[in-house]
Structure formats: structure tokens, C-alpha cells
Nanobody, 121 residues
Framework: QVQLVESGGALVQPGGSLRLSCAAS????????MAWYRQTPGKGRDLVAR???????NYADSVKGRFTISRDNAKNTTYLQMNSLKSEDTDFYYC???????????????WGQGTQVTVSS
């Protein structure tokens, strides 16, 4: 069993910063891609940022230059540093990881429960 737990969501004023964390725990042999998605109720889940196991990153155009994704492989954790936040960044943010539980096993797509980010004055 694998669990992803996000933290760091909060209410913040426009122009402010937040740092989201997502820690994976349980039966983990290796982690490939880790990513952050966001979703507004009633809409689809959109990719915000992704980081590979070799630390290659890509971002949604709307967050380039403002958000930074990173990971700590020793802690099985990914972070999303969000700066210059805008009201349109308000959303529910989900952590994603592709996790292999055993040496010969497949990668499973794992999701966290999400954390709310609200940008408002």
C-alpha cells in the first residue's frame, strides 16, 4: 500500500507565496515522475508542473516563472514553491507520483487527497 499526503495549502493574498509538500510512504521501491495537478470543481484536472526522476521539469504556461517544482528522493517527497500568486491560481491541488513497489513490478499511478489553495484579498 502506498499513500501520498499533501500539505501546505492555505489562504494567501495576491502576490504572496506558498510551498506545497507531498510525501509518499508505504511500499516503495522507486518513484519515476512526480507532479502537481490542480482542479476546479466541475472541471478536469490540469497539469501544473512535473519532475522526472532525473530532475527534468516542465510547467503549465500559466505558472512558468512563478512556480518551481522540486523533489527530495531520500524523503520520497516533492515540493511546489508558488510565488507571485494570483486569484486564478485558486484551486484544489493534487500530488501525483508513478511508483514502483517492487523491483520487477509495474509503475502504479498514485494520487494524494489534495490540498486547497485560495488566493484572495
Amino acid at each position: 500500500q502506498v499513500q501520498l499526503v499533501e500539505s501546505g495549502g492555505a489562504l494567501v493574498q495576491p502576490g504572496g507565496s506558498l510551498r506545497l509538500s507531498c510525501a509518499a510512504s508505504g511500499s516503495i521501491f522507486s518513484i519515476d515522475n512526480m507532479a502537481w495537478y490542480r482542479q476546479t470543481p466541475g472541471k478536469g484536472r490540469d497539469l501544473v508542473a512535473r519532475i522526472t526522476d532525473r530532475n527534468n521539469t516542465n510547467y503549465a504556461d500559466s505558472v512558468k516563472g512563478r512556480f518551481t517544482i522540486s523533489r527530495d528522493n531520500a524523503k520520497n517527497t516533492t515540493y511546489l514553491q508558488m510565488n507571485s500568486l494570483k486569484s486564478e491560481d485558486t484551486d484544489f491541488y493534487y500530488c501525483y507520483a508513478a511508483i514502483k513497489r517492487t523491483y520487477r513490478g509495474p509503475y502504479y499511478q498514485e494520487w494524494g487527497q489534495g490540498t486547497q489553495v485560495t488566493v484572495s484579498s
